[in-house]
């Protein structure tokens, strides 16, 4: 092979030959998966109000579900049941992430029997504990039930259509609230997604797009992220995840982040002088930071927290912590309500061919043979020989040809970017962001960017996929990248100056991209030009000279850039590992 400079393969067309084109006019799958939602619980209601006796459901720990009902308050016209929560990580050892049930239940049989059951433990540790005390009348247990709910909500129950949340006390869960929060889900019923003898026909041509979409509806898909979110999906179910919500918890991560700065920017100059005002100013922030804390936790609920202290977000560590998870239920609530609006229009069409109006990205299934394939498949094995390709997609968002062409940088190159299956659903939807929190980096090193890899092996530490036949099917993105004016570090040398540390933001005016270097590189003898000016690093892994006499900690080159428009989506590889 010649060297770079004289090196240019040529390939016939840049845009993918989709053969499914036709079908690819725009769903509003948010708006389809709503109506679904709002259809199931309006009949679950529905449902509920034709029972009178199942309306308010007995705790099942109180063993009472045959035998008991819970009391109705006759002049309010609502339950004695109340759910609370209580979230503050300014009290003791542990603090609190707690919640706390209350029912009165009577007993069926016998009219003079009723019991105050109350039912109280840490979010996300199980049931918690319980107790059961009987009372001979309902006017002792309901005296007993107001006294109860005053001391932890600092409320009277007879004006609890007025409640007001308490400093350190516990907050109710209103009761149009509570159904969604608590008790009802939406699940996906992806065993009649899968089962194509009830689907009515794909119209997508070839078995290789309904393998790639068949693929994305697996259950792993969603427990996976489920799992990785750390989401109680008891007290916040996946179905019930609003945009809203979110957006409002993406709010006061963005506002715990200036309050952390501004917090170690007062410590600092504390260390010379110390004035009243300054004094006062660090007081006033740290009371932000509590208050935003238990904000963002009541918002979120998660897990995990049950052995170990719920961590104040007051540092730059734990906010990453919760940026990522952040972004990781984006994510989730994306592919969910994609998949239960194909599960809402399962009578009028195929899930797959749902899927891929709804994603609305082009695919051209490659053929091994192509020039462009082999291509790949040699940029894949330089650094994962053992890696078993299945298919190769020429795929394109819409519009990021152009918005790529409008940025008008040099220094294009293709590059490998990792992610798991459900948030390829996501990249694919909405393309690969740099937002205000983590986006969709998979890394963050040198800052919040899109971080690609010249490396596979790189970039493969990144992908989950699905596990089938005892191996695991995973999907990689190979990106154009427009690197423009790269600023290089070794990420192991003093700084020279603010460019060279990459604890603070690359300045933009000067340089469009970094590049970390790795102890091991593409032999640059052997990358080409193909059309379009656009690099493709093939050689074999070799030592990096340029850091042959110090230490680097990057294994491989690591390349990242701060504008998602100049990033477009090339080929997607599937494969098995």
């Not at 840049?14 to 769903?27: A, G, Q």
């Not at 032999?523 to 050689?539: A, E, H």
């Amino acid at each position: 092979m010649r060297k770079k400079d004289e090196t240019s393969v040529p390939i016939e067309q840049r845009h993918p030959n989709d053969p499914n084109t036709k079908l690819l006019d725009s769903t509003d799958f948010y708006a389809d998966a709503q109506h679904f939602i709002e259809t199931f619980l309006s009949k679950t209601s529905s449902n509920k109000k034709k029972k009178k006796i199942d309306v308010y459901e007995v705790d099942p720990l109180s063993k009472m579900s045959q035998t008991g009902e819970v009391v109705i308050d006759e002049e309010k016209n609502q339950p004695f049941d109340v759910r609370l929560t209580k979230t503050d990580v300014g009290y003791g050892l542990i603090g609190f992430y707690n919640f706390y049930r209350m029912q009165i239940i009577q007993h069926k049989s016998k009219t003079n029997l009723f019991f105050l059951f109350t039912r109280w433990g840490r979010i996300g540790d199980g049931e918690g504990q319980h107790q059961m005390t009987p009372f001979s009348t309902l006017d002792e247990c309901r005296k007993e039930f107001s006294k109860v709910f005053r001391e932890k909500t600092g409320n009277l129950w007879k004006d609890v259509e007025q409640f007001q949340s308490k400093p350190k006390k516990y907050t109710l869960i209103p009761w149009n609230e509570r159904e969604i929060q608590k008790h009802v889900d939406v699940s996906i019923d992806f065993q009649r997604l899968l089962d194509e003898n009830e689907q009515i026909p794909s119209k997508l041509q070839s078995e290789v797009y309904k393998t790639l979409f068949k693929t994305w509806i697996h259950p792993q898909v969603i427990r996976q992220n489920v799992k990785k979110t750390h989401l109680d999906i008891e007290w916040m179910p996946v179905s019930q995840l609003k945009r809203s919500s979110l957006d409002k918890a993406r709010e006061i991560l963005e506002k715990l982040k200036s309050d952390i700065e501004k917090k170690e920017q007062l410590r600092l100059e504390n260390r010379q002088s110390k004035t009243i005002d300054q004094s006062v100013e660090i007081k006033q922030i740290l009371d932000s930071i509590y208050r935003h804390t238990n904000e963002f936790y009541s918002i979120v609920p998660l897990q995990g927290y049950a052995e170990e202290k719920l961590p104040m977000i007051d540092h730059e560590r734990i906010l990453k912590e919760k940026e990522q998870i952040l972004d990781d239920i984006f994510q989730l609530e994306l592919s969910y309500k994609m998949l239960l609006a194909a599960q809402a229009n399962f009578e009028k069409i195929s899930p797959y061919d749902y899927l891929y109006k709804s994603i609305h990205c082009h695919f051209e299934a490659m053929n091994k043979d192509d020039m462009d394939s082999q291509l790949i498949l040699r940029y894949i094995w330089t650094s994962s020989p053992d890696i078993e390709v299945e298919q190769i997609f020429k795929i394109a968002r819409p519009s990021e040809e152009q918005r790529l062409n409008d940025r008008k940088l040099t220094n294009h190159y293709l590059l490998w970017h990792g992610t798991n299956i459900c948030n390829l659903i996501s990249v694919l939807t909405r393309g690969l962001l740099v937002g205000s929190l983590t986006a969709n980096s998979t890394g963050n090193l040198f800052g919040k960017g899109i971080y690609t890899s010249d490396a596979f092996a790189k970039s493969l530490n990144y992908c989950s996929g699905v596990v089938q036949n005892e191996s695991e099917r995973c999907f990689m993105i190979l990106c154009e990248v427009a690197l423009g004016q790269i600023k290089e570090t070794n990420n192991n040398t003093r700084p020279q100056d603010d460019d060279d540390d990459v604890t603070k933001p690359l300045d933009l005016t000067r340089y469009q991209s970094r590049k970390g270097n790795g102890r091991s590189i593409p032999d640059p003898r052997y990358t080409i030009t193909r059309n379009f000016d656009v690099q493709m690093p093939l050689g074999q892994l070799i030592p990096n000279p340029s850091i042959s006499n110090c230490y680097s900690s990057l294994p491989y080159n690591e390349y990242i850039v701060y504008d998602e428009a100049q990033v477009a989506l090339r080929y997607l590889v599937q494969f098995r590992r």
